[in-house]
């Protein structure tokens, strides 16, 4: 829940990656509950029950159609108060259908709002820039958001600046290596009190290293549509089954002395995630909690009276079934599955799958099938469990003969 000891002045919400299309689509009302959401976490809060603004990080639009853009201005229409601002910013998607020249034009008639952006609610500073074409940024994108960081900084230096672009800051928060562009990355830098949110990967938002912090702080915001992960070693690539059981926001929250708190949230099951990100010194590099240093950790995952259960036995492969590994706090991120052949020790087979943390319903066993193997020979299998901080479990073994 929303800490009930801090008292903010603000509080707003931000998704991404909301994917609207033209026919009605299951996107449009993860959209309108997430907003209600919003509005009932703010009204239980004891001391101040305002949701102030309401923040789409690029790709709202699967399209950029006009009819995506006003279905998507409707819902916006018809759930946000008075007193809730809204500020949007353009990437890929809205270019897809007729280009950016015609998705800039469409955006500003229907939202009534610059494409480059700078917004002040009760006092604290929100840029967003959209991109020039696909993912990337040209000169006057950087112009631009040099000077408004400029005059953000002006007005409280202390105070957080929120800054949003669609695609993450490379080498930052969980997803950029793939989904990013450097651009901001050295203007930002001179902005350690800068915010930055982005989307883009579709990556969870309850992944850890989706705050991080360094030279400024960091965030991936997730999506209302799918789960893609910035992971290439799964054996069912980047998108796990199941990936359009995905709808996540962030709640933020920030006080009069400018610390801030944010809540990663999950739409689908209308839950918090089990923990708080707190940034009490936005301005001050030394203070920041998030960073490198994480990977530099003893803990790890470790199984409890755990067996792996072999199913479905043929001439040339199995299905194994494995409870999930336990850890002191976050989740475990995945699984290495190694098969021997019992005789030689060689490796005949790997694979890694996710634990599926981003479900907020985790499944308590993970099961996997492998087949080529040959017929009538005995394997070892070893199972081993992955933090996202680069440790891991004991093994759990088990050993197996095909037919």
């Known amino acids: 829940m929303l800490q009930k000891d801090f008292n903010p002045v603000l509080r ?11 026919d009605h689509c299951v996107e449009e009302e993860r959209m309108e509950k997430a907003l209600k959401i919003a509005y009932r976490l703010s009204e239980e809060h004891p001391t101040y029950k305002r949701l102030d603004g309401v923040f789409a990080d690029g790709d709202f639009a699967n399209s950029g159609t006009e009819i995506q853009m006003r279905k998507f201005k409707k819902t916006l229409e018809d759930n946000l108060k008075p007193e809730t601002k809204y500020c949007l910013n353009m990437a890929s998607h809205e270019y897809h259908g007729d280009g950016v020249e015609n998705a800039y034009k469409r955006f500003t008639e229907i939202f009534g709002i610059p494409v480059d952006n700078h917004i002040e609610i009760n006092n604290f500073h929100f840029i967003l820039v959209s991109s020039s074409h696909g993912c990337e940024y040209e000169q006057d994108k950087a112009d631009f958001a040099r000077a408004e960081l400029k005059k953000a900084r002006a007005a409280d230096p202390k105070k957080p600046i929120f800054f949003f672009q669609h695609p993450h800051i490379t080498d930052t928060v969980s997803g950029s290596i793939y989904w990013a562009d450097e ?15 982005s989307g883009h990967s579709h990556v969870p938002i309850n992944d850890p290293r989706s705050i991080f912090q360094k030279h400024f702080t960091c965030l991936g915001t997730g999506s209302l549509s799918y789960f893609e992960l910035d992971e290439f070693d799964k054996y069912y690539g980047t998108c796990p089954p199941n990936k359009e059981d995905c709808a996540q926001m962030l709640l933020v929250e920030a006080d009069a002395e400018g610390r801030v708190r944010i809540y990663p949230y999950d739409v689908l ?3 918090f995630f089990p923990f708080v990100w707190e940034i009490d010194e936005p301005w001050n ?5 998030y960073t490198d240093a994480r990977y530099k950790t003893t803990e790890a995952p470790y199984f409890e009276n755990a067996e792996i259960s072999i199913s479905d036995i043929t001439a040339d492969g199995f299905k194994i079934t494995f409870p999930q590994a336990k850890v002191t706090k976050e989740y475990v991120n995945d699984y290495k599955i190694v098969i021997k052949e019992a005789d030689s020790g060689l490796t005949v087979k790997q694979a890694c799958l996710w634990s599926e943390y981003y479900f907020y319903n985790m499944p308590q066993t993970l099961s996997i099938a492998f087949d080529g ?4 020979r005995e394997y070892t299998i070893n199972v081993i469990a992955g933090s996202f901080w680069n440790t891991f479990s004991e093994p759990i073994s088990a050993t197996v003969k095909t037919k």
């Open 12 to 22: 707003f919400m931000v998704v991404s990656d909301v994917h609207y299309k033209d």
């Open 269 to 271: 099951t209308d839950n």
């Open 183 to 197: 651009t901001f990355y050295p203007i930002l830098m001179d902005y350690p009190q800068a915010i930055d949110f």
């Open 285 to 289: 590099v030394d203070s920041f909690k």
């Open 373 to 376: 193997l040959d017929s009538n």
